[in-house]
């Protein structure tokens, strides 16, 4: 006979629940004229639904805040309304801000509690396979405080003495060892807490969140990125984005 009157074993913590924001409120200038960047459209969709839709596409991620242009945040929403997007995701749009690290810190004060991992995405990154986006919250997981997925570089890289004025000759003063360097993608992982202290005590000119968390003096680590999430950027970038999009819907029926 089984001895009912046994303690059940204690259930272990429930897993983080994982917040993704994504700031999109930049103008985009280097695409040419037109709709803000993270607004143009590709394969027929604006590439930031492209974006919310491959953080949804993680099971870990239960909310995605969309940071939209201070003026455009009513137009968003309705993008967001008028696209199919996980039924399981939520979807929350703010005003951005002037600056990146305004509008993620706006997007960071939209987060409501329970959400203990946040992930930061660039809009102009619509391609990130759901693997990447995976391997960056298991990272944050494990204790890391901050994610990056990262690239080796192929070309050798030069440390220059920028030019006095456009177009003149820029002397080299160093070559970086290739192999220690890593061109860094997103969605990157952190912490929330660690994320918010970063927001609330780092300034001046960064080029990313995780900078920010290095400036803290914790440890950023690096987990494999993925070759198809390149930034759209340039009129060329769009083009190699159609492509990779066109190649997904004829292999997989994306």
């Given at each position: 006979?089984?001895?009912?009157?046994?303690?059940?074993?204690?259930?272990?913590?429930?897993?983080?629940?994982?917040?993704?924001?994504?700031?999109?409120?930049?103008?985009?200038?280097?695409?040419?004229?037109?709709?803000?960047?993270?607004?143009?459209?590709?394969?027929?969709?604006?590439?930031?639904?492209?974006?919310?839709?491959?953080?949804?596409?993680?099971?870990?991620?239960?909310?995605?805040?969309?940071?939209?242009?201070?003026?455009?945040?009513?137009?968003?929403?309705?993008?967001?309304?008028?696209?199919?997007?996980?039924?399981?995701?939520?979807?929350?749009?703010?005003?951005?801000?002037?600056?990146?690290?305004?509008?993620?810190?706006?997007?960071?004060?939209?987060?409501?509690?329970?959400?203990?991992?946040?992930?930061?995405?660039?809009?102009?990154?619509?391609?990130?396979?759901?693997?990447?986006?995976?391997?960056?919250?298991?990272?944050?997981?494990?204790?890391?405080?901050?994610?990056?997925?990262?690239?080796?570089?192929?070309?050798?890289?030069?440390?220059?003495?920028?030019?006095?004025?456009?177009?003149?000759?820029?002397?080299?003063?160093?070559?970086?060892?290739?192999?220690?360097?890593?061109?860094?993608?997103?969605?990157?992982g952190f912490d929330r807490e660690t994320l918010v202290r970063?927001?609330?005590?780092?300034?001046?000119?960064?080029?990313?969140?995780?900078?920010?968390?290095?400036?803290?003096?914790?440890?950023?680590?690096?987990?494999?990125?993925?070759?198809?999430?390149?930034?759209?950027?340039?009129?060329?970038?769009?083009?190699?984005?159609?492509?990779?999009?066109?190649?997904?819907?004829?292999?997989?029926?994306?």
């Amino acid at each position: 006979m089984s001895d009912d009157s046994r303690p059940s074993p204690p259930a272990g913590p429930p897993a983080a629940r994982t917040a993704a924001v994504i700031p999109a409120a930049g103008r985009g200038v280097r695409l040419g004229p037109g709709a803000p960047k993270a607004l143009r459209a590709l394969g027929g969709t604006p590439m930031l639904i492209h974006a919310v839709r491959a953080m949804a596409a993680s099971r870990a991620v239960s909310l995605v805040v969309v940071v939209a242009p201070p003026e455009g945040a009513a137009e968003v929403r309705s993008l967001l309304d008028a696209h199919a997007l996980p039924e399981r995701t939520d979807f929350v749009v703010v005003p951005g801000g002037q600056s990146r690290q305004e509008s993620v810190r706006l997007g960071l004060d939209a987060l409501p509690p329970g959400h203990d991992i946040v992930l930061v995405h660039d809009a102009a990154r619509p391609l990130v396979p759901v693997d990447t986006v995976d391997a960056v919250i298991e990272a944050v997981r494990e204790g890391a405080p901050a994610v990056v997925p990262a690239l080796p570089l192929a070309d050798t890289v030069k440390q220059v003495e920028p030019a006095r004025a456009p177009g003149e000759p820029e002397p080299v003063v160093a070559t970086p060892e290739r192999a220690r360097l890593r061109a860094v993608q997103t969605p990157q992982g952190f912490d929330r807490e660690t994320l918010v202290r970063a927001h609330r005590t780092v300034t001046g000119d960064v080029t990313d969140d995780a900078g920010m968390v290095e400036q803290l003096g914790l440890t950023v680590v690096a987990v494999p990125g993925h070759e198809e999430a390149f930034k759209v950027t340039r009129p060329l970038d769009l083009v190699l984005a159609e492509a990779v999009l066109a190649r997904r819907r004829l292999n997989d029926g994306f």
